[in-house]
């Protein structure tokens, strides 16, 4: 069974630039979020799908940060304009049911903002 | 103040060695409690769920003493591939989000 899959693996921008970075779940898994480890510092949450919809998107920093999941498959995170301090590894996770349960991670995006 | 407190390391240690992490959360509310495992520019994966009992798989063993709000995982006969971070992972009653220590980082040394 295929894992979490993450594009691209790396990204260099220039700060006002814009990226985007997609998610693939684990084939029939609902629950989709999207974590960020910036440097020196731990993973944090930043949102929560279940299928299509946004259950909880509290960890989202500001509004240059989109994410969508059409469809209820896969899911992008657009950072529009990308700032210095956006740098960081973005991971996806998925997991097919909701509440604390094991969630599986991908290989997460190296966004740098130059 | 951060949700989950780990000791970030370094432990190194020799092959066959027996270490020890701890972990420690804030919030009472916290229902869940995992280890997850880190190799290096690698995905996070799950090591081992942490229950109120106790629980042991293989060589690892996790402890929760949920009145000191405390984690531990206990690595006996440590091996080469064991080398990694270790991840301490919390998640709360009414949230899906995972909440994590910055990590441990652990070397076994030949």
């Known amino acids: 069974e295929a894992g979490v899959t993450q594009f691209p693996s790396h990204s260099v921008i220039e700060k006002g630039q814009t990226v985007t970075l997609r998610c693939d779940p684990i084939s029939g898994h609902d629950n989709l979020y999207w974590y960020r480890r910036v440097m020196g510092k731990e993973i944090k949450f930043l949102l929560h799908f279940v299928k299509e919809s946004k259950q909880d998107e509290s960890g989202m920093p500001n509004n240059r940060f989109l994410a969508e999941r059409t469809g209820g498959t896969y899911s992008t995170l657009k950072v529009q304009p990308a700032e210095l301090e956006d740098s960081g590894v973005y991971f996806c996770a998925s997991s097919q049911q909701q509440g604390a349960n094991e969630q599986f991670f991908g290989p997460g995006t190296r966004l740098t903002v130059l | 103040r951060k949700e989950v407190e780990q000791d970030p390391g370094p432990f190194n240690v020799p092959e066959g060695a027996t270490v020890a992490f701890n972990c420690t959360y804030s919030?009472?509310?916290?229902?869940?409690f995992f280890w997850y495992r880190q190799d290096c520019r690698k995905e996070p994966k799950l090591l081992m769920s942490v229950y109120s009992s106790g629980n042991e798989d293989g060589r690892f063993t996790a402890q929760l003493n949920r009145a000191s709000q405390y984690i531990s995982l206990l690595i006996r006969d440590s091996k080469l591939s064991d080398s990694a971070t270790y991840l301490c992972?919390?998640?709360?009653?009414?949230?899906?989000?995972?909440?994590f220590g910055t990590g441990t980082s652990l070397t076994v040394i030949p």
């Open positions: 992972v919390v998640a709360l009653i009414w949230s899906n989000q995972f909440y």
């Open positions: 919030n009472s509310a916290s229902q869940s």
